[in-house]
C-alpha cells in the first residue's frame, strides 16, 4: 500500500513584485548499513573478516521551496469558469 508523508509550513513575509524568496527548507539525514557473507564461515572467530563484508550508507535529502510572486492588475485576472456571464 502506498503512503503519504504531509509535511506543512506557514511563513508571513512581505515581498516585491518578482523577487524570489526561499520560504521553507525541509531536510532528512539517513544513515544505514548492514553485512553480508557465506553463512557459517562469516562467524567464525579470527578468520571470519575473510568471508564477510560490511556496508554502511548515507543519503541526505532536502527539499527548498522558492517563490516568485506577481501581482496582476484586474485587466489580467482571468474569469473563473464558474462565474456567470
Known amino acids: 500500500n502506498p503512503y503519504i508523508i ?16 526561499v520560504i521553507s ?5 539517513r544513515t544505514s548499513g548492514g553485512d553480508s557473507g557465506i553463512p557459517g564461515l ?5 578468520l571470519g573478516y ?9 543519503t541526505m535529502e532536502e527539499v527548498l521551496i522558492f517563490i516568485t510572486p506577481h501581482i496582476l492588475g484586474p485587466e489580467v485576472v482571468p474569469q473563473r469558469a464558474d462565474t456567470p456571464r
Not at 575473510?50 to 548515507?58: H, I, M, P
Open 6 to 21: 504531509k509535511k506543512q509550513t506557514d511563513t508571513t513575509l512581505i515581498v516585491k513584485d518578482g523577487e524570489t524568496i
Open 50 to 58: 575473510l568471508f564477510k563484508g560490511d556496508s554502511r550508507a548515507e
Open 42 to 46: 562469516k562467524d567464525v572467530p579470527g
Open 25 to 29: 527548507g525541509l531536510s532528512k539525514q
